[in-house]
Nanobody, 119 residues
Framework: QVQLVQSGGGLVQAGGSLRLSCAAS????????MAWHRQVPGKQRELVAA???????NYADSVKGRFTISRDNAKNILYLQMNSLEAEDTAVYYC?????????????WGQGTQVTVSS
C-alpha cells in the first residue's frame, strides 16, 4: 500500500505562482511513475504532468513552459511548481502514483487540493 498526502494550493491572482507537494509513505520503493492530474466540475480528470523514477517528464500542452514537475526520491515527495497561472488552471489537483506489487500495477491517489486562480 502507498499513501499520498497533498499540501499547498489555494487562491492566487492570474500571473501568480503556487507550489503543490505530495508526500508518499508506505511501500514507496514500489512507486514508478508519479503524476499530477486536475479536475473541473462536470469534466473528466486530466493529466497535467508526469514523471518517472529516473526523472523523465511529460506535460500537457496547456501547461508546458509554465508548470514544472519534480520529485525527491530520497524524501518521497512529489512537487508541482505552477507559474504564470491562468484562470483556466482553476481546478482540484490530485497527485497520483503507479506502484507495482508483484508486477501488478496499482494506482494510488492523493486527497485532492483546490487551486483557484482569479482573473
Amino acid at each position: 500500500q502507498v499513501q499520498l498526502v497533498q499540501s499547498g494550493g489555494g487562491l492566487v491572482q492570474a500571473g501568480g505562482s503556487l507550489r503543490l507537494s505530495c508526500a508518499a509513505s508506505g511501500r514507496t520503493f514500489s512507486i514508478r511513475t508519479m503524476a499530477w492530474h486536475r479536475q473541473v466540475p462536470g469534466k473528466q480528470r486530466e493529466l497535467v504532468a508526469a514523471i518517472t523514477r529516473d526523472g523523465t517528464t511529460n506535460y500537457a500542452d496547456s501547461v508546458k513552459g509554465r508548470f514544472t514537475i519534480s520529485r525527491d526520491n530520497a524524501k518521497n515527495i512529489l512537487y508541482l511548481q505552477m507559474n504564470s497561472l491562468e484562470a483556466e488552471d482553476t481546478a482540484v489537483y490530485y497527485c497520483a502514483a503507479v506502484a507495482f506489487d508483484l508486477a501488478v500495477p496499482q494506482n494510488y491517489w492523493g486527497q485532492g487540493t483546490q487551486v483557484t486562480v482569479s482573473s
